[in-house]
């Protein structure tokens, strides 16, 4: 039986995952993936982590995962050294190694940090939504 701890991790990757997808997208709901730079509609699209999801410490760190296509985030591992040049051209020269660091860094989150992350990236989805008049 799931504890309050997964399902709550549950919905914040859920939202989470929705806000990736959509915070970088024009009006009509189409972005450039991450590494390839097709252009797709963000529910046609995953939100790739650079370092993966397991790393719990950059699971919800939006510099971390970015809106990319299934073919490079699936098909071809996340394009991970892509990826890596994408962070520090995109974020500046470094990001990538600070992730890296950063998702070597033993956490767990307390389910109060979990909820008030839920609440954070609803509000970032409503907001995005409402910006580009998406439902």
């Known amino acids: 039986m799931p504890t309050e701890r997964s399902k709550l ?16 997208t024009d ?10 730079g097709a252009n ?4 046609e699209v995953d939100a790739g982590h650079f370092m993966s999801r397991a790393c719990i410490n950059t699971r919800w760190e939006p510099k971390n995962v970015q809106f990319q296509c299934k073919r490079c985030n699936g098909f071809r591992s996340g394009e991970q050294f892509l ?11 470094g990001t990538a190694e600070m992730l890296l660091e950063e998702s070597r860094i033993t956490a767990k989150f ?6 008030e992350l839920i609440k954070h990236y609803l509000n970032l989805v409503e907001e995005e939504k409402r910006d580009r ?3």
């Open 133 to 135: 008049s998406m439902e």
């Open 110 to 115: 307390s389910i109060l940090h979990i909820k």
């Open 40 to 43: 797709h509609h963000w529910k």
């Open 83 to 93: 990826f890596s040049q994408m962070l520090d051209l995109v974020y500046g020269e």
């Open 27 to 36: 009006d009509s709901g189409y972005g450039n993936c991450f590494t390839c």
């Open 9 to 24: 991790v549950k919905k914040l990757d859920k939202i989470f995952s929705i806000y990736i997808r959509i915070r970088k």
